[in-house]
Antibody, heavy 121, light 110 residues
Framework: QVQLVESGGGVVQPGRSVRLSCVAS????????MHWVRQAPGKGLEWVAF???????KYADSVKGRFTISRDNSKNTLYLHMNSLRTEDTAAYYC???????????????WGQGTLVAVSS | QSALTQPPSVSGSPGQSVTISCTGT?????????VSWYQQPPGTAPKLILY???NRPSGVPHRFSGTKSGSTASLTISGLQAEDEAEYYC??????????FGGGTKLTVL
């Protein structure tokens, strides 16, 4: 059974940094594209970034240059390093698994429970 | 990376059918069949209900179906049930190797 468990959220001041973690189980992390998706309070879903099985990555324009996605396959863990945080980054951040091995299709078949990041002074 | 366009809300009575549209461009929906749909009841994480335009993951009722024409994808829910009340989102893979979501549609079962 696939499980994705995020942690690391909380209240952080504008301009500061935070690192989110997502521990994966029930599947082979190293063979899947993995994503972060966020949802601001009362708003819709926004794709944030993905990391490929080979380490390549891609970002939404809204976070490019400030956020870094990474993974440690030996620890079955996905990360999102968030720098220069802004109030508009306030959201629940979901760790999301791509449906097929080795493929980037945008089919998110397993989601974590989400971790809330609130950027506020 | 402009969001795909969905109607903010739709509604229907139990037993009826509703259709939610999702309009993109020639760089996303119009170019690829990598369209998926998600159901998100309040306070829960989204759930994949359709992928590759019309394919249903195991456990998703046949009442949920999908189509695509040009740059517009559609989700149809037949035989509406009270438990279908939720927010629905579409996504598409894009020509810039990213993924884009629709703005979401709130389905109300009257």
């Amino acid at each position: 059974q696939v499980q994705l468990v995020e942690s690391g959220g909380g209240v952080v001041q504008p301009g500061r940094s935070v690192r989110l973690s997502c521990v994966a189980s029930g599947f082979t992390l190293s063979s899947h594209f993995m994503h972060w998706v966020r949802q601001a309070p009362g708003k819709g879903l926004e794709w944030v970034a993905f990391t490929s099985y080979d380490g390549s990555d891609k970002y939404a324009d809204s976070v490019k240059g400030r956020f870094t996605i990474s993974r440690d396959n030996s620890k079955n863990t996905l990360y999102l390093h968030m720098n220069s945080l802004r109030t508009e980054d306030t959201a629940a951040y979901y760790c999301v698994k791509e449906r097929w091995e080795w493929e980037l299709m945008g089919y998110f078949d397993n989601w974590g429970q989400g971790t809330l990041v609130a950027v506020s002074s | 990376q402009s969001a795909l366009t969905q109607p903010p809300s739709v509604s229907g009575s139990p037993g009826q059918s509703v259709t939610i549209s999702c309009t993109g461009t020639s760089s996303d929906i119009g170019r690829y069949n990598r369209v998926s749909w998600y159901q998100q009841p309040p306070g829960t994480a989204p759930k994949l209900i359709l992928y590759e335009v019309y394919n249903r993951p195991s456990g998703v009722p046949h009442r949920f179906s999908g189509t695509k024409s040009g740059s517009t994808a559609s989700l149809t829910i037949s035989g509406l049930q009270a438990e279908d009340e939720a927010e629905y989102y579409c996504t598409s893979y894009t020509s810039t190797n990213t993924v884009v979501f629709g703005g979401g549609t709130k389905l109300t079962v009257l």
